[in-house]
């Protein structure tokens, strides 16, 4: 969630760039402007300028960072100085940006910065970082990660860097900044917690380099061991004693930083959060973790307290819940609930304890809550707990803390708590609680789901106390009976109902989206098949729905005239929105914009499927499809050629030797199978079967005996999902053991199948990485092997999608990327949903990430002996 931290405030249903919020709180100005000068608003800052200023590419920039109390005088004295120098600066331009820029949650590197001023050269940079560090003397503010601090100063700071907009274009459509290094070539402008120069330049402004630390890590007596959780309040650490030897856990808090809404700081919740402990634990000890110390370090606060041994609630639902599994047993799943009920009863009387001594925790989530060694539950992590005669605090867990409506209708000082120990019940059974507060009548579909799990009757209805069930006031649109006895028509009422709310969602007059988009839309662009109008345009068709006159007219226009700010790819670029405008009967702009795709220079530096080479060859496919045309054959040979030739291919796949469908090996296959079956050319078989076994080198073997496969070889988290994940690699593996007779194949594709087959424990309901892709894939899966427990698997996934539907204005609508707020897209949400019930109920399409049958096709009669890898 903290990829969408800043999107979710401007709009109460959809996703929506900060800037954007209408209520920004009071707003920051120079009290006295200097003559001449111009402002202008620029996303969440105010630039300050004259019309004569010079303000080259890149330098050193000075930072400014204030206490929020303090900001708008400090804002007065930086204006002063930059009016009086006649150098340009920004701000941030109202306080909630400032809440948002130094909250909690918030990015690391950017935190900390109020104020940004451009010099025009060293010397100038030299004189104002005096001048502003005698006027800001008395001033403190928080530690900015990116920069250095100039002298004695607490809040001016300095970092080397571009200027201005300045940047490369990457596959997926956001964008990196550059700065030339000493050299003259052009580096990625890193903005990371922590100083970094380009190659060549050093620090004008200090006598020496500081010499970097190596070796153990020590705060005050305690050895760091390892981090826990980084944050820009602070972070977390395992630590060790040096003067006992005992493993300690320690919270850090930095200084004016670490915001919540009502402007308390880290360093203020921690000294509560040391105040509670102390208290809590002389009354009641086990009730919390037994406090050690709090101190001051450099300007940091430090808690120490008691390391509390086992795993978060979170991480043990991962390893331990049945329902998670392949394969799971009616006996497996009663000794599973009977273990919830003992750690909810762990919970329940701890705070039992709290509430007799006064407080409230606050907080009840997955994440404060661990499960030890002996099977027991501790709560840990106090920094919400408050005084039952007082307000709880602002702050909590979406999904685990009461929203807004229910917290002001209630006078029960425990509200929260109940809250969150409901919430916890849902936690064991499915992580539905986002959909669950706006579609409550989801819930009689997730327990029809969970119907051979059989949870007992006292779990369920705590799961579900927060949430009104009863069928007077919550109906609901599908009943169990209905799915058991018509799933079909089910899905095809659903699917009737997603477009009509697409419709009604579609706004082609608006400037910014068509199509309500997911967070990531604001750093690419919403215009993409992955994100934007074509990704809808391509649902709405591919179901033969009514794709609007002006939708179609926005979606061509768009797309025509910002083809060279867009990347290349299927994902996010040219070639995505290629094959939508071919499926559309706009061939001669679809072969133009796949022109553009096969000449940006990053289809040149990026093989995947999703954002280079491979997924613009998919389109020449596409379009040889449909034209017959014999260039764009030969364009896709060419593509498969130079993926042939690279010889060192994880520089030219995701970040971090990525695996999967859109960033691995995977897709690179996928569009290899498909070359050789246009072309007749085996070697381009052989080659993705080679490439096949390669990703299967990276399975992670599951401990109920089937396999996935994670983001990287960093990101390590096994994900059954279509974007990333089993989902997507089982649809390669479908295709080529359908063709090739390869034993490993064919013994690896029905284990990565099986780990795809969990109707309910999707936190979303969409096509990337949500349960719409594994619908998709279990189809796909069935139509290939043709047995009925494939086909059985890939309708109860299909109908799992039912309960994430929450009704709307005409239809219904999803909740998208991080489930915050609705989504219409393709990637997280309605359309996606859409595209998985339109394979489902009518069989293999046209999808842009694959090519479907070819027009008379027949199926083959069996898989034919491919060479072998590194035959």
């Not at 996703?15 to 402007?33: E, Q, V």
């Not at 706004?507 to 967070?519: A, E, K, L, M, T």
């Not at 867009?566 to 929105?577: H, K, N, S, V």
């Not at 390669?732 to 099986?754: F, I, K, M, Q």
């Amino acid at each position: 969630m903290l990829d969408a931290f800043t999107e979710t405030f401007a709009d109460a249903e959809y996703y929506a760039p900060l800037a954007t919020t209408a209520d920004t709180g009071p707003r920051f100005t120079p009290s006295r402007p200097a003559p001449g000068w111009r402002h202008v608003r620029q996303d969440v800052w105010t630039v300050w300028s004259r019309p004569d200023a010079r303000r080259p590419e890149q330098g050193w920039k000075i930072h400014v960072s204030a206490r929020l109390d303090r900001a708008q005088q400090v804002l007065d004295r930086v204006a002063r100085v930059c009016f009086a120098e006649g150098v340009p600066f920004k701000h941030l331009s109202a306080r909630t940006f400032f809440l948002v820029v130094h909250h909690k949650h918030a990015h690391r590197a950017q935190a900390g910065k109020f104020c940004a001023i451009y010099p025009p050269d060293t010397d100038t940079a030299r004189r104002l970082l005096g001048l502003l560090s005698d006027a800001l003397r008395d001033e403190d503010g928080p530690y900015i990660l990116s920069d250095r601090r100039f002298g004695d100063s607490k809040t001016v700071h300095y970092r080397y860097g571009a200027f201005g907009t300045r940047s490369e274009l990457l596959p997926d459509g956001t964008r990196q900044g550059l700065v030339r290094d000493a050299s003259g070539r052009d580096v990625p402008d890193e903005r990371r917690p922590f100083f970094v120069l380009p190659t060549g330049i050093t620090d004008p402004f200090v006598a020496e380099e500081p010499v970097p630390h190596a070796g153990a890590i020590l705060i005050r007596d305690y050895e760091i061991l390892a981090a826990l959780q980084p944050s820009n309040a602070g972070g977390t650490y395992q630590g060790r004693d040096t003067r006992t030897g005992r493993r300690v856990f320690i919270k850090e808090a930095r200084a004016h930083n670490g915001l919540i809404w009502d402007g308390t700081s880290a360093q203020e919740r921690l000294r509560h959060e040391y105040e509670v402990l102390t208290a809590v634990h002389a009354a009641a000890p086990g009730v919390c973790p037994q406090p050690l110390e709090h101190f001051t370090e450099w300007e940091h606060d430090f808690l120490v307290t008691e390391y509390v041994e086992g795993d978060s609630l979170r991480t043990w639902l991962s390893r331990t819940s049945p329902l998670m599994r392949h394969g799971r047993t009616a006996a497996g799943c009663a000794d599973f609930f009977a273990v919830c009920r003992g750690l909810l009863g762990d919970v329940d009387a701890a705070l039992d304890q709290l509430h007799a001594l006064g407080h409230r925790f606050g907080d009840v989530s997955l994440g404060n809550v661990v499960v030890t060694p002996s099977g027991t539950a501790r709560l840990v992590d106090f920094e919400a707990v408050s005084a039952l005669d007082g307000p709880p605090a602002p702050m909590g867990t979406k999904g685990f803390t009461p929203p807004a409506t229910l917290r002001e209708a209630s006078d029960d000082p425990l509200l929260t708590d109940r809250y969150g120990t409901a919430a916890l019940a849902l936690a064991f059974l499915a992580p539905f609680h986002e959909t669950a507060e706006l579609a409550p009548a989801g819930l009689t579909l997730l327990r029809h789901d969970l119907a051979d799990a059989a949870p007992p009757a006292d779990l369920w209805a705590r799961a579900v106390s927060n949430y009104p069930t009863d069928s007077a006031t919550c109906p609901a649109p599908f009943s169990p009976a209905e799915v058991a006895a018509d799933p079909q028509g089910c899905l095809a009422r659903l699917a009737d109902d997603v477009v009509a709310g697409l419709l009604e969602s579609a706004d082609p007059g608006r400037p910014d989206w068509v199509f309500p988009p997911s967070p990531q839309a604001f750093r690419a662009n919403t215009v993409c098949v992955a994100y934007g109008t074509a990704g809808v345009v391509h649902a709405l068709h591919q179901a033969e729905a009514p794709v609007p006159e002006a939708v179609e007219k926005r979606l061509r226009h768009d797309a025509l005239t910002r083809r060279d700010e867009l990347p290349p790819g299927l994902d996010a670029g040219t070639a995505g929105i290629a094959r939508v405008l071919a499926s559309l009967g706009r061939l001669d702009e679809a072969v133009d914009l796949a022109r553009h795709a096969d000449g940006h220079p990053l289809t040149a530096s990026c093989a995947t499927l999703a954002g280079g080479r491979a997924g613009v060859g998919l389109t020449w496919l596409a379009l040889h499809r449909r034209t017959a045309d014999e260039r764009h054959l030969e364009r896709a040979a060419a593509a498969g050629d130079a993926l042939l030739a690279i010889s060192d291919l994880v520089p030219a796949l995701g970040g971090d030797d990525a695996r999967g469908l859109f960033h691995g090996r995977s897709g690179l296959a996928l569009f290899l199978h498909h070359l050789a079956g246009e072309t007749g050319e085996d070697r381009y078989r052989a080659a993705g079967l080679r490439l096949l076994h390669e990703e299967l080198d990276r399975a992670i073997p599951m401990d109920d005996g089937t396999l996935s496969f994670a983001d990287n070889a960093v990101l390590k988290r096994a994900m059954p999902y279509l974007a990333v994940g089993a989902a997507g690699v089982g649809t390669v593996l479908t295709r080529y053991a359908a063709s090739c007779a390869d034993e490993r194949l064919a013994a690896a594709l029905p284990l990565v199948a099986a780990g795809t087959s969990v109707s309910c424990w999707t936190n979303e309901a969409g096509l990337y990485q949500g349960l719409a892709g594994l619908a998709w894939f279990l189809a796909d899966r069935a139509d290939t092997d043709g047995g009925a427990d494939a086909r059985g698997a890939a309708m109860r996934a299909a109908t799992g999608l039912l309960k994430y539907a929450v009704p709307y204005t005409r239809g219904v609508r999803f909740l998208g990327s991080g489930a915050q707020r609705f989504s219409a897209d393709l990637s997280s949400g309605a359309a996606g949903v859409l595209l998985a019930l339109r394979r489902v109920l009518r069989g293999p399409g046209d999808e842009v990430f694959t090519l479907g049958p070819a027009a008379g096709s027949t199926a083959p009669a069996g898989p034919t002996r491919c060479r072998p890898p590194g035959g």
